[in-house]
T-cell receptor, first 112, second 108 residues
Framework: DTGVSQDPRHKITKRGQNVTFRCDPI?????LYWYRQTLGQGPEFLTY????????KSRLLSDRFSAERPKGSFSTLEIQRTEQGDSAMYLC??????????FGQGTRLTVV | QKEVEQNSGPLSVPEGAIASLNCTYS??????FFWYRQYSGKSPELIMS????GDKEDGRFTAQLNKASQYVSLLIRDSQPSDSATYLC????????FGTGTRLQVFP
């Protein structure tokens, strides 16, 4: 499979726990984006990388969120001390900087 | 003003009709424009991209772009019940920004 892969697909966690999601982009794509989507809303930009460099982080992203992309390949998004308001679909997208961006299947997080 | 605006809908059209979805954007330096389709519980799927003024057709889909008016639209001809989904307009400068999406319902 040469598409964008996200893991896990679903995550249920207790409030206050830390969670980490992984995204494997299309191999030749140097840009990787993280979005969050809640019901009835469009994907909300969180952060993006060009290769291993994190170029922008949304002002909406609290200090509990951190993302990495070591070696410019896969990326991880960590949420510390989860809150119920963090429940959402977390989407990863990759693109080559020239044409279209493609999304992974998303990780659905439920904080109970 | 939101960066990308869409009517949330729902837009209801009968099977076989033309569905017209509209989007406006605020950043004049935007160069690339996309329409994604999203079924409930699934991730967005790219259906059309457009980069220059005018129309671009792909099967039953036509994207229209007017940079002077900061307006992009998607027409779906011969709408089918399987087209029922949320359609997301996205605009790219250095990052991809989405509208809230328009929910389309095609009834038999």
């Amino acid at each position: 499979d040469t598409g964008v892969s996200q893991d896990p697909r679903h995550k249920i966690t207790k409030r206050g726990q830390n969670v980490t999601f992984r995204c494997d982009p299309i191999s030749e794509h140097n840009r990787l984006y993280w979005y969050r989507q809640t019901l009835g809303q469009g994907p909300e930009f969180l952060t993006y990388f060009q290769n291993e460099a994190q170029l922008e982080k949304s002002r909406l992203l609290s200090d509990r969120f951190s993302a990495e992309r070591p070696k410019g390949s896969f990326s991880t998004l960590e949420i510390q001390r989860t809150e119920q308001g963090d429940s959402a679909m977390y989407l990863c997208a990759s693109w080559d900087g020239n044409t279209e961006a493609f999304f992974g299947q998303g990780t659905r997080l439920t904080v109970v | 003003q939101k960066e990308v605006e869409q009517n949330s809908g729902p837009l209801s059209v009968p099977e076989g009709a033309i569905a017209s979805l509209n989007c406006t954007y605020s950043d004049r330096v935007s160069q690339s424009f996309f329409w994604y389709r999203q079924y409930s519980g699934k991730s967005p799927e790219l259906i059309m991209s457009i980069y220059s003024n005018g129309d671009k057709e792909d099967g039953r889909f036509t994207a229209q772009l007017n940079k002077a008016s900061q307006y992009v639209s998607l027409l779906i001809r011969d709408s089918q019940p399987s087209d029922s989904a949320t359609y997301l307009c996205a605009v790219r400068t250095d990052k991809l920004i989405f509208g809230t999406g328009t929910r389309l319902q095609v009834f038999p």
